[in-house]
Every structure is written in C-alpha cells, then in structure tokens.
C-alpha cells in the first residue's frame, strides 16, 4: 500500500513538472522573435543591432510585448554609430525648447543646461502665436550662469509681433551714399557688431561667431514688457557637443 502510495506521488508530481514546463515552453514561444530576442540579448538596456524585428519594436515606437513592429529600420551599425557621441568624439545637435505660456517679463529659464562642452552655433525662435496685447512685442535669448551669464546673449529684442520663424541677423540698410549696418538682433556672444552710418568709410561692422562660453550654462528668455498675454512659441539652439 505504502508503494502504491509513493507511486501515485511521484506521478503527480512528475505530471506537475511536466505541466509547468508546457506553460514556460508557451510563454516563451509567444514572446519570439522580438520580446525573448530583446531580453536574451539587452538584460542590461544594452540594445544591439542584431534582430530587425527587435530595433523596429524597441527602437521605433512599436511594441515588443504584442508584436506591434513600429517603421522599418534600414541602417547598419556603422551609420548607427554616427549618432554615438562617444564613437564620433563631436556631434551637431539641435535642442527645442517650447514656450508654452506667456512670459512674465522676467528672465526665466528654459530648465535646460548647454552640455558642459558645447559650442553654440545658431539660435532661432518660432512663433506660432503672436504677441498682441504686450506693450513691447520682442524677446531675449540667453544664457544664466558662472560663466558667460548674458541674457541676450544668443538673441537680442526679436520681434515675435507675427508669426513665423525668426532669425537674430544684422540688418544692412541702403543709404544715399552707401549701404551699413544699422541694427543687430543677434547677440554679443554670437556676433560682434558696430553700426555704421550713411558714409563711404563708416559702413559698420557685423560678424557672427560660434560661442565657446557657454558650455553647462542655463538657457533663459526674457519677453520685453511683462503684460504679455498671446505669445506662444518654440527656441531652437543649434550647437555642437563635444565627447568628455
């Protein structure tokens, strides 16, 4: 009776293991190619390109767990490795920053640093909606910090009076006698500048420049009245970051 006992046991039990191994067998099954592949090869958040099926779920907004593939992949690794700072040593990037209600009139910060060593090329700002009710409709771009601390430093009174992308440049005014440089709105730390006059031999001086000081500073704004009410819009820096 005891070994009938024992017997029927260790069916049961072996009848148990044989179920659980049928049910891992499935799950696993189901999570192929793409979320078993993701997990075998990327435990670690270290994603490699080694399924196309993974990088379409992972890499491209599709989804790993339902097999929802996302847009097709067509690169190599090599071309992949343009986008690793740390491979290329220096990468040209492009940071936007939305202004998603009116400014306050004061110097306000974005909440974003500048990478530690970066250099600004460019600075530009799209108004998607204009500013009507300020008594002064034009706006500073800049920078908060230790090192080149100037808060029209990138841009200086751009006018977001209409909509559309804005550029800080100099402006070159035709006189009777010859054509000079008569405003600025690109800042000190992209440009240097001198107004000129309507003469032959005082045509001005304008410049632009990449900015190297401002590498972990904070971008800020400041709108040029603080009654502004409509103004909504986007900053785009462009600069160059450079690997540590």
Request: proline letters at 2%; hydrophobic letters at 40%.
């Given at each position: ?7 029927l ?6 009848s148990?293991?044989?179920v ?6 499935l799950?696993f099954?189901k999570?192929?190619?793409a ?12 994603i ?8 379409k ?8 767990y339902?097999?929802?593939d996302?847009t097709a ?5 090599t ?8 491979a ?5 990037k ?12 004061s ?19 799209d ?14 771009i ?14 200086d009174?751009i ?5 559309g992308?804005k550029?800080a ?6 006189g ?6 008569s ?10 500048y ?9 045509e001005?001086?304008?410049?632009e ?10 971008v ?14 986007s ?5 160059i970051?450079?690997?540590?």
């Amino acid at each position: 009776m005891k070994r009938n006992s024992f017997l029927l046991n260790g069916i049961r039990a072996l009848s148990v293991l044989l179920v659980l191994a049928l049910v891992g067998n499935l799950f696993f099954w189901k999570m192929e190619p793409a979320e078993a592949a993701w997990r075998e090869n990327a435990p670690f958040g270290n994603i490699e390109v080694f399924n196309t099926a993974v990088l379409k779920a992972i890499v491209l907004g599709g989804d790993p767990y339902n097999g929802t593939d996302g847009t097709a992949l067509n690169v190599t690794g090599t071309e992949l490795n343009t986008l690793d700072l740390s491979a290329m040593g220096a990468l040209v990037k492009m940071k936007t920053i939305a202004i998603s209600s009116a400014p306050t009139g004061s110097e306000q910060d974005t909440l974003w640093d500048l990478p530690a060593k970066a250099f600004v090329i460019d600075v530009f700002i799209d108004v998607t909606t204009a500013e009507a009710t300020g008594a002064t409709k034009t706006i500073d771009i800049g920078t908060n910090g230790s090192g080149s601390n100037d808060p029209d430093g990138f841009a200086d009174a751009i006018d977001v009076s209409s909509t559309g992308l804005k550029v800080a440049r100099g402006t070159v005014t035709a006189g009777s006698s010859t054509k000079y440089f008569s405003a600025n709105t690109r800042g000190e730390l992209l440009s240097d500048y001198q107004a000129g006059t309507d003469a032959d031999t005082d045509e001005g001086l304008y410049r632009e420049k990449i900015d190297v000081t401002s590498g972990a500073e904070s971008v800020t704004f400041t709108a040029g009245s603080a009654d502004w009410v409509e103004f909504r819009g986007s900053i785009y820096i462009l600069y160059i970051e450079l690997s540590s």
